[in-house]
């Protein structure tokens, strides 16, 4: 049976992973998109609050978090009919104000969710949750200070993020479906908190062969980022994009910002160069890499394809990567790269600001936005 779902590819990704003729490879450019508000969330106009789709399967199940009215997070689920599900882990604090609460980060092929929860105590736990809607909770030996932070899933329930210790130092995990954690830190990682600018070293996407991709920053004074990389086997490999920085704040990839990994091991993420412009990079499974830039980026400083901090990337099974990047007007704005490296932006119905984008398989698009009302909006793109 595990053989049988590794091996569940379409014939169209076959052929985009043998280099098939890249016509083949491309996708529409037209589209559809539909702004979603999750029932119970709060649109009040100035409030801050509203709807944050996360992640979506290749189902077109989409899962993430809403704010109600009493600034509680509850988790949802919306199936490609449009049907919503809302759901609390146990444990999880709903004391009006507290803005504590369940906030999902990603959903596998199976309907399998993880994410985290606030308890009463503000302090973070990690859950998995099943597609008949059975809670596991997720706790990290030794976590502290803010808790454990899942981010990413697979197909087989391996979930992988970031947890605090009792001093407040970043550390990446792996949690495997038995139950068995992996902790590691990236070679020279910095040492402190963020309080003084160190945000430690994630883990942020796993694919179906256990392949890991995240990052960290260093202990250079500057807090560089750098890519990193966990194989199966457990060997750490840190990578430089071409052209990144090592002043303060650059490097590749950035704080909080998950890189896209597809099941191939392709990997597709940003980076700061020398006068703090961001650009997009793909990198191959055999190490070679691709610049890119979005048309509509700007190429001042603190402009460009990517931003200073989460900020993440998707790549699919067919090479098509979504993600942010920063026009002349200083906002923030979403794109899509094609395999064969063709631009499309767009931005959510009214949208102020574009703040988060995934894509799965099918080039189905979500994330969420904000609106001039200050209210957040989850968006569905349906090419």
Known sequence: MKLTTKMRLTSVTLLCALAAPMHLCAQKTSSQIISLDAPGADTTA???????????????????????VNDVNYGFLRTPDGKYTAFQAPGA????????????S????????TGSYADAKSFDHGFLRSPEGKFITIDVPGAGGYGTIPIAINLEGTVVGYYTDANLLFHAFARTPDGKFVTYVGPGACDSNPNAGCY?????????????????SDNSGNFVHHALVRPPGGQLT???????????NQGTGCPGCAPGLNQWGAIAGTYTDTNNVY????????????????????????EGTGCPSDCPVSLNDLGAITGIY???????????????????????????????????????ITGYYIDANYVYHGFLRVP
């Open 106 to 113: 990603a959903i596998n092929d199976l309907g399998v969710v």
């Open 279 to 302: 650009h997009g990079y793909l990198r191959s499974p055999q190490g070679k890499f691709t610049k890119f830039d979005v048309p509509a980026a700007g190429s001042e400083a603190y």
């Open 326 to 364: 920063i026009g002349t007007d200083d906002n923030l704005h979403g794109y899509l790269r094609s395999p064969v490296g063709q631009f499309t932006t767009f931005d959510g119905p009214g949208s102020l600001e574009m703040y988060f984008v995934n894509l799965n398989d099918w080039g189905s």
């Open 46 to 68: 100035g409030d801050f609050n509203g709807t944050y789709a996360m992640s979506i399967n290749n189902s077109g199940v989409i899962t993430g978090s809403y704010i109600d």
């Open 200 to 216: 430690g070293t994630g883990a942020l996407a796993v694919n179906i062969l256990q392949t890991i991709a995240g990052g960290y």
């Open 238 to 248: 840190t990578f430089e994009a071409p052209g990144a920085g090592t002043g303060l």
């Open 93 to 104: 604090d709903t004391t009006k104000g507290s803005y504590n609460g369940t906030s999902p």
